[in-house]
């Protein structure tokens, strides 16, 4: 009676392998694991040389676009059929184009990117096959301004076609010396 | 068989929750398992802006910028000191014993010593992969002033490396 008993007894499943083989991976894992994910942002210097001959007349000026980023703000050049329909040169001290919301920017966020992307949708409407923007800095802008600046020319995330993709402003960043 | 008594019986361990939680971290785990080209050793010296760029890194000379040093590829170059302006706020810049002009010159030496590196390597393998494009992977923090940046750039530059990939946190994840 009692040897039958012991014969339909249930055996415990033997976790003790598994619970090895699990603490095994779990540090392998976890030296594995990656929490924040990197990314990169292509910029080039600007070219050094003679300026190559355009074989075919433009029909349009090219556009030389080009922001300057000083402590009151963003100054947008080069786009003066967009910025001044009117054709009135802008005055040199006219101010920034897009200036902080507060003057002078306190921190990176002070910087109005929005009203610069918004500029430069439509001044990619005017040109849309340029692609280059050349930023000028001056010397002691943060280099976070400089990358949420670069975020704010070369797309805009709030304009997304049908894919789901957002819209490409000005994707080719190069970086010029700098003002002062 | 004899019953066994009732004060001798040993409950065995019960490692079934356990089991649970061991699965769910696995679980876990191996969702944020990823093995990239290049890591980031994060430090108070140098926390790395936030882009929404989506452009993954590919392996180049890897440039760090803290706010106190700059290394090359994982070995030490040189220190940054700090120099106050006008209104007596400081900032980091290069020391102007290390700089000939806009030039930094113990880094223009390391990197020319990694650009005739690479070019060696080009020219072994004779393979389109490993072809000498002049590419560097700069890890800066996000405080520094332009001034830093551009003139690490500018060295750079000098010794042929053009194409800039500035590494960032990405946002959108």
Redesign the interface.
């Given at each position: 009676m009692?040897?039958k008993r012991?014969h339909i007894q249930e055996e415990?499943l033997n976790?003790?392998p598994?619970?090895n083989l699990?603490?095994i991976?779990?540090p392998f894992?976890?030296m594995?694991?990656?929490?924040?994910?990197?990314?990169?942002?292509?910029?080039?210097?600007p070219a050094i040389g003679p300026p190559q001959e355009v074989e075919t007349p433009p029909d349009k000026p090219p556009l030389m676009l080009s922001v300057a980023v000083t402590n009151e703000g963003f100054t947008v050049m080069g786009a003066d059929a967009v910025l001044n329909p009117q054709g009135a040169p802008p005055s040199a001290d006219a101010g920034p184009t897009v200036p902080c919301q507060e003057r002078p920017c306190q921190t990176?966020q002070s910087y109005d990117y929005k009203a610069l992307t918004d500029l430069l949708n439509q001044i990619k409407d005017e040109y849309p096959d340029d692609e280059t923007v050349i930023l000028v800095?001056?010397?002691?802008?943060?280099?976070?301004v400089?990358?949420?600046l670069?975020?704010a020319t070369?797309?805009d995330?709030n304009k997304k076609d049908d894919k789901g993709k957002s819209r490409l402003l000005f994707p080719n960043v190069v970086?010029a010396?700098?003002a002062g | 068989m004899k019953k066994p008594r009732r004060g001798t019986v040993t409950d065995e361990l019960n490692i079934t929750s356990m089991m649970d939680m061991f699965t769910i971290i696995l679980v876990f785990l191996l969702k944020s398992y990823s093995t990239e080209d290049i890591s980031v050793a994060a430090s108070g010296d140098l926390e790395l802006p936030v882009s929404t760029t989506m452009v993954k890194p590919k392996l180049a000379v890897n440039v760090v910028v803290s706010k106190s040093s700059i290394t090359v590829d994982g070995s030490a170059v040189m220190a940054l000191t700090k120099k106050p302006d006008e209104t007596g706020k400081e900032w980091i810049a290069v020391p102007d014993e290390e700089k000939k002009g806009q030039m930094i010159t113990r880094l223009y030496d390391r990197l020319l010593e990694k650009a005739e590196q690479a070019k060696r390597i080009a020219e072994a393998t004779a393979s389109e992969e490993h072809a000498f494009k002049g590419e560097i992977l700069m890890q800066c923090d996000k405080e520094l002033p332009f001034s830093v940046i551009r003139e690490v750039m500018y060295t750079a530059g000098q010794a042929q490396f053009s194409n800039f990939r500035f590494v960032v946190y990405s946002s959108t994840s």
């Open positions: 009692a040897g012991a415990p976790l003790v598994i619970m699990v603490s991976l779990i894992l976890l594995a694991a990656q929490f924040v994910t990197l990314a990169v942002i292509d910029s080039t210097l990176p800095p001056e010397s002691r802008i943060p280099y976070e400089l990358v949420l670069m975020d070369r797309e995330v970086i010396g700098g | -």
